[in-house]
């Protein structure tokens, strides 16, 4: 969000929280991703480690009403700590090295190329760039991945449905029984390859 030294912003909807670490000085699609998460109904919480100034400043220009300065390495840990307990589902994004504590936390994290190697190698994704748009599209993608599962599932329970009866009926050949059986196993392949159009835009 910030391009020298580490601030967190946490995005959430419901029970899911996505913190976003990044350094001073706005990224250069930083009011693109906030609108982009909003439009998503997903709400923006920033903690810093700055100083007050410069995080009012930065949140002012993102229009973020949530915002904290001077949060230090372990609070970070004990605000990603709290989302826990009341269910929150927490993706942090940390380019900092006192983030990595704060990356290993979250129940999911993003670093971008450019950040320190511990953060790199604590988080679970490397993104390259300074954009931050990949944030935006690996949520994108986590969602239609499980949109996609839960459709999987009910596609093959639905064919197995159908397809069971027949097969112990004795009304088809075994041969075309085990077609059959194939052809639930192709189609959830089928389905599954919609995903690939929101894993290339994770860059």
């Not at 994704?125 to 300074?130: I, Q």
């Not at 459709?151 to 009866?165: D, F, R, S, T």
Request: hydrophobic fraction near 50%.
């Amino acid at each position: 969000m910030l391009d020298p030294e580490a601030s967190i912003v946490a995005f959430s909807k419901g029970t899911e929280k996505f913190i976003l670490s990044v350094r001073q000085g706005l990224r250069p699609d930083a009011q693109a991703v906030i609108a982009a998460l909003k439009a998503r109904n997903i709400g923006i919480e920033i903690l810093s480690g700055d100083r007050e100034p410069a995080v009012k400043a930065a949140a002012h220009a993102l229009a973020i009403p949530e915002w904290r300065a001077g949060v230090m390495p372990a609070d970070k840990i004990a605000r990603i700590e709290e989302l826990k307990r009341r269910g929150t589902k927490v993706l942090m994004v940390g380019d900092g090295m006192n983030d990595a504590p704060s990356l290993a936390a979250a129940h999911v994290s993003m670093s971008p190329i450019s950040a320190a190697h511990l953060s790199q190698a604590t988080a679970d994704l490397v993104f390259l760039g300074r954009p931050l748009a990949p944030v935006t599209a690996a949520i994108d993608a986590s969602r239609k991945a499980l949109h996609l599962m839960r459709q999987n599932l009910w596609l093959a329970i639905g064919y197995n449905v159908l397809a069971v009866p027949v097969a112990i009926s004795g009304v088809v050949t075994p041969l075309i029984a085990a077609a059959a059986m194939s052809g639930s196993s192709i189609l959830v392949m089928l389905n599954s390859l919609r995903a690939r159009s929101s894993a290339r835009e994770i860059v």
